[in-house]
């Protein structure tokens, strides 16, 4: 059996972060969520994989390469042009033979729950009615969903799927739809199971990296690869990359990750939940807490970081501070999106500079490639390659 993983979008509502990369590459816990589920389907059985690709798709490419790092066979298939899950899926129907599970690149599932479907029937998990263990009908984005079921972005197909493609219409949102499909079989006669999930999580908007980055973190093995000085003080599990060096006076309150040749202290406070990439350098005065710091990312003095997420090479001036708490205590506002928390920094695409004493206010979006001069005051949303003084 193949597995088609769908990852040719950008994910433009993980703004500022996609400017540079494609969703499914954005890091938790140290490894790209696509990562995090190629690995779950290789440990439920299945060794042949279909990526499709489009959007920065040389990224996608160069990490995986043919997947022989992770034990698998990984193939390519280029979506030119985004129409839809069931235009991706009608490109691939000369290449898959028998039943073949699809699902969306930016999930994370178990390997328990996929050997369960892989071994079902055809089946798929949308907002649905559901009449005994079969589907009677699919709620594509309903405002007032009949059924507290969702659709999980995760199907197990059999061949007759392509027919259904083949007379799919247009969406509404001008794309081939694979749950437009999945409702022409079932109005067509054809049988479509479901199957509940006992894990799945799906990361649609930045601020959702960190709750999954802080669950994935719960099941983090302790070892330090890098070295530690004396007088540093580790607490719970932490790991710490090779070529990684922690001075002394370092407090590290797990669970923590901290990637390869990084330089941490002294002197600084690192607190749970908190992933940091490769080649970072956290330094002394420095607190940083829930968070998610990608490579090649400096944060050298004085710094607040708080519930944030920050892109590859940024650099944050002397001290800069992230604020994660309205004064008002209401919820935070980003991108004007309620993120419906009381807690969450700045999300920073990659490339952004902070002079010295910047403040960012809570829900900050910086665009890849801003610089924020010495003494701004920033809230709101900032565009890319912008410049505030």
Same mark, same amino acid.
């Given at each position: 059996?193949?597995?088609?993983?769908?990852?040719?979008?950008?994910?433009?509502?993980?703004?500022?972060?996609?400017?540079?990369?494609?969703?499914?590459?954005?890091?938790?816990?140290?490894?790209?969520?696509?990562?995090?589920?190629?690995?779950?389907?290789?440990?439920?059985?299945?060794?042949?994989?279909?990526?499709?690709?489009?959007?920065?798709?040389?990224?996608?490419?160069?990490?995986?390469?043919?997947?022989?790092?992770?034990?698998?066979?990984?193939?390519?298939?280029?979506?030119?042009?985004?129409?839809?899950?069931?235009?991706?899926?009608?490109?691939?129907? /000369?290449?898959?033979?028998?039943?073949?599970?699809?699902?969306?690149?930016?999930?994370?599932? *178990?390997?328990? @729950?996929?050997?369960?479907?892989?071994?079902?029937?055809?089946?798929?998990?949308?907002?649905?009615?559901? %009449?005994?263990?079969?589907?009677?009908?699919?709620?594509?984005?309903?405002?007032?969903?009949?059924?507290?079921?969702? #659709?999980?972005?995760?199907?197990?197909?059999?061949?007759?799927?392509?027919?259904?493609?083949? @007379?799919?219409?247009?969406?509404?949102?001008?794309?081939?739809?694979?749950?437009?499909?999945?409702?022409?079989?079932?109005?067509?006669?054809?049988?479509?199971?479901?199957?509940?999930?006992?894990?799945?999580?799906?990361?649609?908007?930045?601020?959702?990296?960190? %709750?999954?980055?802080?669950?994935?973190?719960?099941?983090?093995?302790?070892?330090?690869?890098?070295?530690?000085?004396?007088?540093?003080?580790?607490?719970?599990?932490?790991?710490?990359?090779?070529?990684? $060096?922690?001075?002394?006076?370092?407090?590290?309150?797990?669970?923590?990750?901290?990637?390869? /040749?990084?330089?941490?202290?002294? /002197?600084?406070?690192?607190?749970?939940?908190?992933?940091?990439? %490769? #080649?970072?350098?956290?330094?002394?005065?420095? *607190?940083?807490? #829930?968070?998610?710091?990608? @490579?090649?990312?400096?944060?050298?003095?004085?710094?607040?970081?708080?519930?944030?997420?920050?892109?590859?090479?940024?650099?944050?001036?002397?001290?800069?501070?992230?604020? #994660?708490?309205?004064? %008002?205590?209401?919820?935070?506002?980003?991108?004007?999106?309620?993120?419906?928390?009381?807690?969450?920094?700045?999300?920073?695409?990659?490339?952004?500079?902070?002079?010295?004493?910047?403040?960012?206010?809570?829900?900050? $979006?910086?665009?890849?490639?801003?610089?924020?001069?010495?003494?701004?005051?920033?809230?709101?949303?900032? *565009?890319?390659?912008?410049?505030?003084?």
């Amino acid at each position: 059996m193949k597995a088609v993983i769908l990852a040719a979008g950008e994910g433009s509502r993980m703004r500022p972060l996609t400017f540079t990369r494609p969703k499914v590459m954005l890091p938790i816990a140290g490894k790209p969520i696509l990562e995090h589920l190629l690995m779950e389907v290789s440990a439920a059985g299945i060794k042949e994989f279909v990526l499709v690709v489009g959007y920065r798709d040389e990224q996608v490419r160069s990490y995986f390469a043919d997947g022989a790092k992770w034990g698998v066979k990984i193939s390519y298939c280029q979506q030119t042009r985004q129409l839809g899950t069931a235009h991706a899926l009608k490109q691939l129907e /000369n290449q898959l033979e028998g039943n073949f599970l699809v699902m969306n690149g930016d999930i994370l599932a *178990e390997s328990a @729950d996929i050997s369960a479907l892989a071994a079902g029937s055809e089946t798929t998990l949308s907002v649905l009615e559901t %009449d005994g263990d079969r589907v009677r009908c699919i709620h594509e984005k309903s405002a007032n969903p009949p059924t507290n079921l969702a #659709n999980a972005g995760l199907y197990l197909f059999t061949p007759r799927i392509f027919k259904a493609i083949s @007379d799919t219409p247009l969406s509404p949102r001008g794309e081939y739809e694979i749950t437009s499909s999945i409702q022409l079989l079932i109005d067509n006669g054809t049988e479509v199971g479901y199957r509940r999930l006992v894990y799945w999580q799906d990361v649609s908007y930045p601020w959702d990296l960190l %709750d999954v980055n802080a669950s994935m973190l719960k099941n983090l093995a302790p070892c330090v690869y890098g070295t530690v000085e004396e007088n540093v003080v580790i607490k719970g599990t932490v790991e710490i990359g090779e070529g990684s $060096l922690v001075r002394s006076g370092a407090y590290i309150e797990g669970p923590v990750l901290i990637g390869k /040749n990084c330089d941490i202290g002294p /002197n600084c406070y690192i607190r749970p939940s908190t992933s940091i990439g %490769d #080649n970072c350098r956290v330094g002394a005065s420095v *607190e940083i807490k #829930n968070s998610i710091i990608m @490579d090649n990312t400096k944060i050298p003095h004085l710094n607040y970081v708080g519930d944030s997420v920050i892109g590859q090479n940024c650099n944050l001036g002397a001290g800069t501070k992230l604020a #994660n708490l309205r004064f %008002d205590g209401a919820d935070i506002i980003a991108g004007g999106v309620n993120t419906r928390r009381r807690k969450l920094g700045a999300v920073l695409g990659d490339g952004v500079e902070t002079g010295i004493n910047v403040s960012l206010n809570p829900g900050v $979006l910086i665009g890849s490639g801003s610089r924020i001069g010495p003494g701004a005051v920033v809230s709101g949303l900032v *565009e890319p390659n912008s410049y505030i003084g």
